[in-house]
């Protein structure tokens, strides 16, 4: 089955530029969407955005100034990159796959990989 | 601030029955799914849509909609469904948001 892993650093510092890559195995990259969710340690979580295999993106209007999602379905990766970082992007975050049913007026996401902290700091 | 109310907390006593509630006027556009999450794991899915379950998820969990409520319910609670429960929907926006999430505490 589908797998997903997070990979990157663990420690960023502020207003440096924050970037993740989530590997899927078990499956090919192109089709679906493919998102990323944080979550501040003992907090809810944060949908960031997605990105389907064609490359179309869709942020979180909070965030879509700063973000940017990328593919690479050669290499069946996509990443994540967030601008000008604080100490409120301290988060674990989370790689998942999205699937979306328009005309069922329905969405999820599933799998999601085990996630990866990462903390803003000097 | 999540466009998606859920209850912070709920408790439940072992072997019954429990809702857990997820409220906004996305909801009566769109179905929501529903996580759970136990500490120092990545959220599973539990169910989506009219109640559709992921396969190795038990018949304990079920899901409901009306109006801008939806929920889960689990039935005949076990010690182990102790954990923190999301819902998730697509907002007036086209974009997704989750709810505050609810720490369910089994006695």
């Known amino acids: 089955q589908v797998q997903l892993q997070e990979s990157g650093p663990g420690l960023v510092k502020p207003s440096e530029t924050l970037s993740l890559t989530c590997t899927v195995s078990?499956?090919?990259?192109?089709?679906?969407?493919w998102s990323w969710i944080r979550q501040p340690p003992g907090k809810e979580l944060e949908w960031i955005g997605y990105?389907?295999?064609?490359?179309?993106?869709n942020y979180n209007p909070s965030l879509k100034s700063r973000v940017t999602i990328s593919i690479d379905t050669s290499k069946n990766q996509f990443s994540l990159t967030l601008d000008s970082v604080t100490a409120a992007d301290t988060a674990f975050y989370y790689c998942?796959?999205?699937?979306?049913?328009?005309?069922?007026?329905?969405?999820?996401?599933?799998?999601w990989g085990q996630g990866t902290l990462v903390t803003v700091s000097s | 601030s999540s466009e998606l109310t859920q209850d912070s907390a709920v408790s439940v006593a072992l072997g019954q029955t429990v809702r857990i509630t997820c409220q906004g006027d996305?909801?009566?556009?769109?179905?929501a799914s529903w996580y759970q999450q136990k500490p120092g794991q990545a959220p599973i899915l539990l169910f989506y849509?009219?109640?559709i379950r992921p396969s190795g998820i038990p018949d304990r969990f079920s899901g409901s909609s009306s109006g801008k409520t939806a929920s889960l319910t689990i039935t005949g609670a076990l010690a182990e469904d102790e954990a923190d429960y999301f819902c998730?929907?697509?907002?007036?926006?086209?974009?997704?948001?989750f709810g505050g999430g609810t720490k369910l505490t089994v006695l």
């Open positions: 998942a796959r999205m699937i979306i049913n328009v005309a069922a007026k329905m969405g999820w996401f599933d799998p």
């Open positions: 078990g499956g090919s990259i192109s089709s679906d969407y």
């Open positions: 990105i389907s295999d064609s490359g179309s993106t």
């Open positions: 996305s909801l009566r556009r769109y179905f």
């Open positions: 849509g009219k109640n």
């Open positions: 998730n929907s697509r907002d007036t926006s086209a974009t997704w948001v």
